[in-house]
């Protein structure tokens, strides 16, 4: 990687910022908006305040991909509502509210991670319009263009947000029966092929398999996908519209067969966490050898590259002594 591709990486996020609400469009009085509960789940993984990730380091002179870490307060941060709907629509999953498995709170956690997946893409698709033809932009374009179909999903969350129609939403909620040091959020679209194939490519790469697409007036079929601690117990929630359900059936069933095995749903977690996952550091380096988790980190920055799914052979879920 030349300095110029060091460069771009280290500039993307600043080049390409923007502060706008989601809920009501305005541009001023924009909240740096926590993705994750703070006083909750950001508090129960922390180390000395902060959590572990993996991520790009470009605080040295070489640029790595390595384990990263963040202040709680800066972790999952992203500016896509004003102040005033930032506190008010999260309420019910904010400021250390327990997670009762209501519709409110389910429709909640999937509304938050869609929206922060399309803002921080949103980001990056700005800063291809200024750094157009870089290695790094190379399949933008198709994104691009999932991002404006992303748009009805968005609506359609914010319209039944006003309406209180929060049964729009269905989730297949798996509880793990013991607290990890793990968060996760993010809204992904996974394949019609199966997962455990180590040779597939991303629904990116191969447009024309997908009914949606060529239908204008579907939703694009995202699970929204949230993975957090409480109450001794981990909770995986995957949530998607009913009228993606057909779409997602197979995948669906796939969660449903794998729900008990912890290896299975430790490699969706790597191959799907987006850009937001967050570990405890001493939860990670417990479970996980110094060995393991450079082979992980190399898997990661391949799966960035290349869009293949990865076979991690790693058990993110146990038991914390």
């Known amino acids: 990687m030349n300095d110029k591709e060091k460069n771009i990486i280290k500039n993307i ?35 000395n305040g902060l959590i572990y990730t993996f991520n790009y380091d470009n605080k040295g002179k070489k640029l790595e991909f390595k384990v990263t870490h963040k202040g709680k307060s800066e972790f999952g941060i992203f500016n896509g509502f004003c102040k005033e709907h930032d506190t008010k629509l999260f309420l019910p999953i904010e400021n ?16 938050r991670s869609f929206c922060y997946c399309f803002h921080k893409e949103r980001e990056l698709i700005l800063s291809n319009k200024k750094f157009k033809g870089n290695f790094l932009f190379s399949k933008l374009s198709i994104k691009e263009i999932f991002n404006i179909f992303s748009e009805k999903n968005l609506n359609h969350f914010i319209q039944c947000l006003k309406n209180k129609e929060f049964d729009i939403l269905e989730t297949f909620l798996i509880e793990i029966p013991f607290e990890t040091k793990i968060l996760v959020s993010n809204s992904f679209i996974p394949p019609e092929i199966n997962i455990k194939s180590s040779t597939y490519f991303d629904p990116f790469s191969n447009l024309i398999n997908y009914r949606f697409f060529l239908d204008k007036d579907s939703f ?16 995986l929630l995957f949530s998607y519209f009913k009228e ?22 430790s490699n969706l977690i790597l191959n799907y966490y987006g850009n937001l996952i967050g570990f405890s550091k001493n939860y990670l380096y417990k479970i996980i050898s110094d060995e393991k988790i450079n ?27």
């Open 13 to 47: 996020f600043s080049e390409g910022k923007i502060k706008k609400c989601l809920f009501c469009g305005i541009k001023n009085n924009i909240a740096d908006c926590h993705t994750i509960q703070e006083n909750n789940y950001l508090n129960r993984i922390s180390d």
């Open 96 to 111: 250390g509210k327990k997670f009762t498995q209501t519709k409110e709170q389910l429709f909640l956690f999937a509304f």
């Open 220 to 235: 694009l079929p995202y699970i929204y996908f949230n993975v957090f601690p409480e109450d001794k117990k981990t909770f």
């Open 244 to 265: 993606s359900k057909n779409s997602l059936d197979k995948f669906l069933n796939e969660i449903r067969d794998n729900q008990n095995d912890y290896f299975w749903l």
């Open 295 to 321: 082979e992980i980190l190399k898997l990661i920055k391949e799966r960035i590259e290349d869009n293949q799914f990865k076979d991690f052979e790693v058990n993110l879920f146990q038991k914390n002594k």
